[in-house]
């Protein structure tokens, strides 16, 4: 079976600091796995995909996410935080059977402190 | 511009009624997904389409029908046999091929039970 654990439900940042949101993965297969973004009340956003080809993945607004097989990891960072970047993260696995299937984690909580 | 909507934004019900969710998409996606959300919680699938006239039972399909006579079209009902059906639902399309995994969201549909 394929699933997702975000590791935490809720991440505190000051504006201009790191982010690192953590994913853990198992997967039988090779994994196909997604970050998406909702911001409140609002529908989700791919911000990036893994599927194999370079280990580190970059997405949109300067985040990136690093698969790490070793690790079975796969962790959202980004640089530095901007007060936009508050809203709720997924990780996401893709099902390999013939649904083809999103499987979500929990999600994590991002608030950013001016 | 393409993308998905979703109607109404808000939707209010009894208890004993039967309501119907609307989602639209104009990205020629064959693939169409109905989620639900709860606070804390990831997504759940309700129902899931793969190609007009035809569709499948997700995670926690009890109390909820749809139908896809179009493409473009896949509305969910919330039975009066769901009984717990205040949340937040979300519709999602997405095309096959490479791209597979990457679906796009509705703004949404928040439903109050009153």
């Known amino acids: ?114 | 511009d393409g993308g998905i909507t979703q109607s109404p934004k808000y939707l209010f019900r009894k208890e004993g009624q039967n309501v119907t969710l609307s989602c639209e998409q104009n990205l020629n996606h064959d693939a169409m997904y109905w989620y639900r959300q709860d606070p804390g919680q990831g997504l759940r699938l309700i129902y899931y389409s793969q190609i007009v006239n035809d569709f499948q039972k997700g995670d926690i399909a009890e109390g909820y029908s749809v139908s896809r006579e179009k493409k473009e079209s896949f509305p969910l009902t919330v039975t009066s046999a769901q009984k717990n059906p205040t949340a937040f639902y979300l519709c999602a399309s997405t095309t096959t091929g490479e791209r597979l995994g990457e679906q796009f969201f509705g703004p949404g549909t928040r439903l109050t039970v009153l």
């Open chain 1, 1 to 114: 079976a394929q699933s997702v654990t975000q590791l935490d439900s809720h991440v505190s940042v000051s504006e201009g600091t790191p982010v690192l949101l953590r994913c853990n993965y198992s997967s039988s297969y090779s994994p196909s796995l997604f970050w998406y973004v909702q911001h409140p009340n609002k529908g989700l956003q791919l911000l990036l995909k893994y599927t194999s080809a370079a280990t580190l993945v970059k997405g949109i607004n300067g985040f990136e996410a690093e698969f790490k097989k070793s690790e079975t990891s796969f962790h959202l960072t980004k640089p530095s935080a901007h007060m936009s970047d508050a809203a709720e993260y997924f990780c996401v696995v893709l099902r390999m059977d013939s649904s083809y299937k999103l499987i979500f984690g929990s999600g994590t909580r991002l608030l950013v402190r001016p």
